[in-house]
C-alpha cells in the first residue's frame, strides 16, 4: 500500500484521484486549507489523514506542517490545486498576481521542498497537474498562465535536480475539463457553461494514474490532454 498526498481533493481532479487511490486501498493524505476542511475531507475519504496548511500563504506552510504529524515515505505528491482569475494585463491587480501565483506556483514548490525527504525515501512521484495555459498564453489568461509556465520550470528543474535520488517528475497539461474551475471561468468570460463540451475529471485522473503506475524503468515526463472528438 502506496502513500499519497494530495491537494485540491475536495473538488474535481482532485476528488476522482483520490477516490480511485481510496478504492485501491492507498493511504491518502489530504492537504486541507482549514481544520473544518479537513474534517470534510476525513468524512469523504475514510481511513485518510489530513495536513492542514492554507496554499495562499506558502510562507506559513513551514510552520503549519512543523506542527504535524508528517509521512515517513511518501509514494506520490499529486499537486492538483488551482486558482484562476482572469483579466487582461491592463486590469489585473496585484493581489489576483500574488493569489494565483502562490497557490499555483509557489505553494507547490514549498509543499514539494518539505517532504522530499519523504519521497526520496520511497523514491517517490512528483505529479504537477498543469494546463494548456502553461503551453500557451492568450489574452485575458496572463496571470493564470505566468503560474503555469512557472510550474513547467518547476517541474523541469526538480526532474533534472532529484532523477539521481529516483524521484520521478511528471506534468500534465489537460485542456479545459468539466470542474467547478471551469464553471468559475466561463462565468468570467460571459459564456454558457456545457460541461459535454470538456474532458471529463475521469479522463485527467486516468492519465495521472498511468504516469504513477508505469514500471520503474520508465517515466512519462510530460502528458498533454485534449478534449476528444
Do not use: C
Not at 191 to 206: F, G, H, L, M, Q
Request: hydrophobic share 45%; no cysteine.
Amino acid at each position: 500500500m502506496g502513500a499519497h498526498l494530495i491537494t485540491g481533493a475536495g473538488s474535481g481532479i482532485g476528488a476522482v484521484v483520490a477516490g480511485r487511490l481510496a478504492e485501491r486501498g492507498e493511504q491518502l493524505w489530504l492537504v486541507a486549507r482549514d481544520a473544518r476542511r479537513g474534517a470534510e475531507l476525513r468524512a469523504r475519504f475514510p481511513g485518510s489523514r489530513t495536513l492542514v496548511g492554507n496554499l495562499a500563504d506558502p510562507a506559513k506552510l513551514s510552520w503549519a506542517l512543523g506542527q504535524q504529524e508528517l509521512p515517513i515515505e511518501l509514494d506520490s505528491i499529486l499537486h492538483i490545486a488551482g486558482v484562476v482569475q482572469l483579466g487582461e494585463i491592463g486590469d489585473l491587480p496585484v493581489k489576483a498576481w500574488q493569489e494565483q501565483l502562490n497557490v499555483n506556483l509557489v505553494a507547490p514548490a514549498e509543499l514539494t521542498r518539505l517532504l522530499l525527504p519523504s519521497l526520496r525515501q520511497a523514491r517517490g512521484h512528483v505529479v504537477f497537474v498543469n494546463s494548456g495555459a502553461g503551453l500557451s498564453a492568450h489574452a485575458t489568461w496572463g496571470a493564470y498562465a505566468a503560474s503555469k509556465f512557472g510550474l513547467r520550470a518547476l517541474a523541469d528543474s526538480l526532474r533534472a535536480e532529484e532523477h539521481g535520488h529516483g524521484v520521478r517528475v511528471t506534468s500534465v497539461y489537460p485542456g479545459r475539463t468539466a470542474t467547478a474551475m471551469q464553471v468559475k471561468v466561463h462565468q468570467q468570460e460571459g459564456k454558457e457553461y456545457d460541461p459535454s463540451r470538456w474532458i471529463a475529471p475521469e479522463s485527467v485522473a486516468t492519465a495521472i494514474l498511468t504516469a504513477l503506475d508505469l514500471p520503474r524503468d520508465a517515466e512519462i515526463t510530460e502528458i498533454t490532454v485534449r478534449p476528444g472528438g
